[in-house]
């Protein structure tokens, strides 16, 4: 066993690299997207009762914790153009979402969302995570403003970048229909076409990751609690009382001004802000401008070394 294997075995109390046959072109192609990450990085299996999570661990290791969540079909690997500016100051576990493409594992049946909210629990216990903030994008924003509101003494700050159905439902457009399009028949083509209404820089997207992205979706396990995926009521988002900073595009596909007027209305303390010449896919199409506000905020709302108590 090599010296990373024993590090991590030390630290997680496990390691395991697990590749089946029929997802060997998926895990290959993630692969060569973590690549681009630019920084030492660790991979990780946690077990679970409903399965396997795969974490991706990067950052000083006694560093204060940042938990990231991707969007919709997404996986970890999308956050290679912010991964190296956090993880110089933040541990970083980027968690790949059970009922999508990535390598997380299902073996149990879930069939609601608190079910996914109690993996989500047993993967932060599998870390040894007491306290943390979430990073959450699209999906991966309303999972964590989900999680964050039935576990608030475990979430210290809420960064979400463009979250989806948070606080309003998504009107159909032509966006929606390309992406519905895409996922009944992808193709390179679909692919393109889609990514172009999200991003406004689709051209400048990683062929490394347009590639995995594509893999994934042919050959994905399909998440039907998308549909339970509903707008949060004012009295739920009032009660959320830590630090949140909110950031969308000014072409943003999935949100628009009005987002942050309802984030403003109802949030007690939210940091809500539209970031120019960006769309939905806030990290890639600005990541400069969005690591940067970022990790302005998390210094401007320090996490006290009290505060990681129990």
Do not use: C
């Not at 024993?6 to 089946?20: A, D, N, R, T």
């Not at 030492?40 to 396997?52: I, L, R, W």
């Not at 630090?243 to 949100?255: E, F, K, R, Y």
Request: proline fraction near 5%; charged fraction near 25%; glycine fraction near 6%.
């Amino acid at each position: 066993m090599d010296d990373r294997k024993k590090q991590l075995i030390e630290e997680f109390g496990y390691y395991e690299e697990k590749v089946s046959p029929e997802n060997e072109a998926y895990y290959e192609a993630y692969d060569k997207t973590l690549m681009l990450w630019q920084t030492v990085y660790h991979q990780v299996y946690v077990p679970t009762s409903y399965g396997e999570a795969h974490v991706v661990v990067s950052g000083p290791k006694d560093a204060e914790p940042l938990v990231l969540l991707h969007g919709m079909n997404a996986s970890s690997t999308m956050w290679y153009p912010n991964i190296k500016a956090l993880s110089k100051k933040y541990r970083i576990y980027a968690i790949d979402y059970l009922l999508e493409p990535g390598k997380s594992k299902v073996t149990g049946k879930v069939d609601d969302m608190e079910q996914v909210m109690d993996w989500y629990t047993q993967v932060f216990e599998g870390l040894k995570l007491k306290r943390f903030t979430f990073v959450g994008a699209s999906k991966g924003g309303w999972l964590a403003l989900n999680y964050t509101m039935r576990h608030e003494d475990r979430v210290d700050r809420l960064l979400l970048l463009s979250p989806v159905q948070a606080f309003a439902w998504i009107k159909p457009g032509a966006e929606m229909i390309s992406n519905i399009s895409y996922a009944i028949s992808p193709s390179k083509d679909d692919l393109n076409q889609m990514m172009s209404g999200m991003s406004v820089k689709a051209d400048q997207i990683a062929e490394e990751y347009k590639n995995q992205y594509l893999e994934g979706t042919r050959s994905s396990k399909e998440d039907l609690l998308i549909v339970k995926m509903r707008p949060f009521s004012d009295e739920n988002l009032e009660a959320v009382s830590l630090p949140v900073l909110l950031l969308i595009g000014d072409q943003d596909a999935m949100n628009n001004p009005k987002t942050i007027e309802k984030a403003k209305e109802v949030l007690p303390r939210v940091e809500a802000e539209i970031v120019s010449d960006a769309g939905h896919f806030l990290s890639v199409d600005q990541p400069e401008v969005i690591n940067e506000r970022m990790l302005g905020f998390l210094d401007q709302y320090p996490v006290s070394p009290m505060d990681g108590e129990d």
